[in-house]
Every structure is written in structure tokens, then in C-alpha cells.
């Protein structure tokens, strides 16, 4: 049985990861703008790491989920 704990903890990591990817596609839009020949990764490195690691962490709690913890 699914925990409500669980269920609360899994939306905040899913609204955590949505903040970083919406930050993550302004910062390429942002860097589309200013080098609209030069795409340069280093520009959202930051925005990047943040949506990885978001993106890791609400895996973990998916998987609580399916175990039912």
C-alpha cells in the first residue's frame, strides 16, 4: 500500500524536476539568442546539472512508489 508520505514526497520531487527543466529550456533559449550560430553547452551547465540531478531523485521516489513504501 502506497504511504501518503510517499505520495507527497514524489509531487514535490516531480514539481522540483519541472522548475529545473522549464529553467533548463530558458537558458538555451537565452543562449539561442545571444550565439544564434554558436550553441555552447557551458551556457546552462548549471541548468543542466540541476535538471540531471532533479531528474534522478524523482526517479528514486517513482521507485518507492511501485514498492508501495
Known sequence: ??????????LI???????ALK????ARKESASVHPYLW??????????????ASMDLT???ADLRQGR
Open 40 to 53: 555552447n553547452a557551458y551556457d546552462q551547465q548549471t541548468e543542466h546539472a540541476a535538471a540531471t540531478r
Open 13 to 19: 520531487e516531480l514539481a522540483r524536476t519541472m522548475k
Open 60 to 62: 528514486r521516489k517513482l
Open 23 to 26: 529553467a533548463l529550456r530558458e
Open 1 to 10: 500500500m502506497i504511504q501518503d508520505r510517499t505520495i507527497d514526497q514524489t
